[in-house]
């Protein structure tokens, strides 16, 4: 991935400190004392266009809060790529990895300039199993990331061949 | 237990034999007495359509026995099998949690029963107990893995053979118990007509139909009906490697 700058490793991050967005389609859906113990763990963050804010094959260490900005969620298909744009306004990624402990199957790159929020993926875990009422709000959130791959599953191009087998 | 057409409903999930097995129903006994009181027990036979793509989620629906092909229209007004829904899954829940019509027609493969649940009582179920919120976020976290494996692997099949293979390949992974087989061999129930596995790889009926052929006359696959035997699975997994 040509000029993609890594999130974790590269760049000088800036902190917000009187912007911050408290809303995103996770903490609506938490009691205010998990929220702000959540909160506690945040880590917010301004980066550039091109920033890879999680890596495919690559199992993220922090769950991802788009404040403001945009970016672009891709899968490497056989045809290439398949991708599809998400605009800020608190979309969190990384909670089916955190769930599944395992690697992402997406890359999610800033498009533009983005503020984030970041919580580490082994602070959320241990928040998880004190209020396993965070399930409730996950069970809605993955719901909702299943119904965008099943729309790109089908929108993908299909291909038909007839070839014999060797 | 009652019985109808030969085949046993187990209408008490307390009681259920298969519970330890099913991630969703492997559930306290408090948690069960409470889904026991919200679930209607049906069976159903083949071809029977539990729900169908764009009607609005009346509720869920879990497997306890049988199989359930899920198949949703493409952009291009093609049907598309999405996967094969297995006993333990729930079906509806993106779109009973989302309050949207269903995803994707499910249609019965083999006599099947399922409990089906209302969307209200499912999602006041879901919020009362957080080892339910758990299993559906489980579930739901692997049907959206399997769901991006698929567009992961589309196309990445150079032919319709190796993609049949793959498909026989995947079905092995859950051979029959009952069915006696010489060590090599693998035997699989395959419910699937030549057109539905054609609509699975995206390739004609005839294509497929001429697929099987080819690999029997190679002795690598046996058809006796519903049951297929795998002979020869080296050769399939090589013509997925090459």
Known sequence: ?????????????????????????????????VREELARYEEAKTVP???????????????????????????????????????????????????????????IVALNQCQVKLIPQRRFTAILKQHPEIYAALARLLSADLKVAQDLLRRAPRKSSSAKPK | MASADQFHIIENCLKC???????????????LKDLQ??????????????????????????LCTGRA??????A??????LRIAEPGEVLGLTAVIGKTSYEATAEILEPTQANFISGQDFLHFLDKHSNVGMRV????????????????????????????????????????????????????????TQEEIAQFVGTSRETVSRTLGDFKKKGWLNIRGATWYILNKPALEKLTNS
């Open chain 2, 76 to 81: 291009d007004g093609k049907s598309i099998i």
């Open chain 2, 137 to 192: 976020a489980h579930q739901l976290t692997h049907n959206c893995r399997c769901a991006y494996e698929e567009i992961r692997s589309l196309g990445l099949a150079k032919s319709v053979p190796e993609k049949i293979a793959r498909l026989l390949l995947k079905w092995s992974e859950r051979p029959l118990k009952v069915v006696k087989t010489k060590p090599t061999e693998i035997a699989i129930r395959v419910t699937l």
């Open chain 1, 49 to 107: 266009a091109a920033t890879a804010l999680i890596r495919r094959g690559v199992p993220p260490e922090h769950l991802v809060i788009l404040d403001a900005g945009s970016v672009e969620v891709s899968f490497q298909t056989g045809k290439g790529l398949l991708s599809t744009v998400v605009n800020g306004g608190g979309k969190v990624f990384g909670l089916r990895e955190a769930l599944s402990h395992m690697a992402s199957e997406a890359d």
């Open chain 1, 1 to 33: 991935m040509t000029g993609i700058t890594s999130l974790f490793s590269l760049f000088p991050y800036s902190r917000l400190v009187n912007s911050v967005q408290r809303s995103n389609e996770l903490y609506d859906l938490l009691a205010p004392e």
């Open chain 2, 37 to 62: 009181e919200i679930k209607a027990t049906s069976f159903y036979p083949k071809g029977v359509l539990l729900c169908l793509e764009g009607q609005p989620a009346r509720g869920v629906f879990i």
């Open chain 2, 69 to 74: 092909k899920l198949s949703t229209t493409s």
């Open chain 2, 17 to 31: 034999p298969l519970r330890e097995d099913r991630l969703f129903c492997d559930l306290p006994d408090d948690v």
